[in-house]
T-cell receptor, first 114, second 114 residues
Framework: GESVGLHLPTLSVQEGDNSIINCAYS??????FIWYKQESGKGPQFIID?????DKRQGQRVTVLLNKTVKHLSLQIAATQPGDSAVYFC?????????????FGGGTRVLVKP | ETGVTQSPTHLIKTRGQQVTLRCSSQ?????VSWYQQALGQGPQFIFQ???????GRGNFPPRFSGLQFPNYSSELNVNALELDDSALYLC?????????????FGEGSRLTVL
């Protein structure tokens, strides 16, 4: 498959440890945030979303935290597994935008070491 | 798999040519978005179609145009290709024209412009 993100920041994590991926955004009008996972040769896959009226949301093994004061978003993956190796993107939508127009961050590559 | 299919998967064009990329949305989805993903970067929003009409556009020149058909499939057309148009073009579908909601991405069409 193709390589996505040849020069992305990389997070190396030991299998079984927790991973934390961070994302900063700049648009004060952003009101909806999503985390996507992209494996090599594939399109982005939805992981979890959060609206601006919340500061935490949990899914299966994942937690998203939103700090609107400092415009910071994070994704926590519990008990990281080899299948979690991928590039992770945060994305946001603004209440001012027409349609579901997502603005993606630059991505973080996660490498899980056995 | 998301049910969003794109064609062709790979293609090579020369500068100045025109290209048409195709997308079939997931069953039941009436909204289609197109994104451009340059190597090593996050996807960038091109435009979105809802019920056959453009419903939001990103910062792309008019030589990027699209269509949505009554069966909700879609085309992305790019005229007068430039070298910088080389990228992975992603199609995403969702149910409804809401500003939020999970987008389901296809695996993309990799365009190389020589």
């Amino acid at each position: 498959g193709e390589s996505v993100g040849l020069h992305l920041p990389t997070l190396s994590v030991q299998e079984g440890d927790n991973s934390i991926i961070n994302c900063a955004y700049s648009n004060s009008a952003s009101d909806y945030f999503i985390w996507y996972k992209q494996e090599s040769g594939k399109g982005p896959q939805f992981i979890i979303d959060i609206r601006s009226n919340m500061d935490k949301r949990q899914g299966q093994r994942v937690t998203v935290l939103l700090n609107k004061t400092v415009k910071h978003l994070s994704l926590q993956i519990a008990a990281t597994q080899p299948g979690d190796s991928a590039v992770y993107f945060c994305a946001e939508n603004s209440r001012e935008a027409a349609g579901n127009k997502l603005t993606f961050g630059g991505g973080t590559r996660v490498l899980v070491k056995p | 798999e998301t049910g969003v299919t794109q064609s062709p998967t790979h293609l090579i064009k020369t500068r100045g040519q025109q290209v048409t990329l195709r997308c079939s949305s997931q069953s039941g989805h009436n909204t289609v978005s197109w994104y451009q993903q340059a190597l090593g970067q996050g996807p960038q929003f091109i435009f979105q179609y809802y019920r056959e009409e453009e419903n939001g556009r990103g910062n792309f020149p008019p030589r990027f145009s699209g269509l949505q058909f009554p069966n909700y499939s879609s085309e992305l057309n790019v005229n007068a290709l430039e070298l910088d148009d080389s990228a992975l073009y992603l199609c995403a579908s969702q149910a409804g024209g809401l500003k939020t909601g999970e987008l389901f991405f296809g695996e993309g069409s990799r365009l190389t412009v020589l």
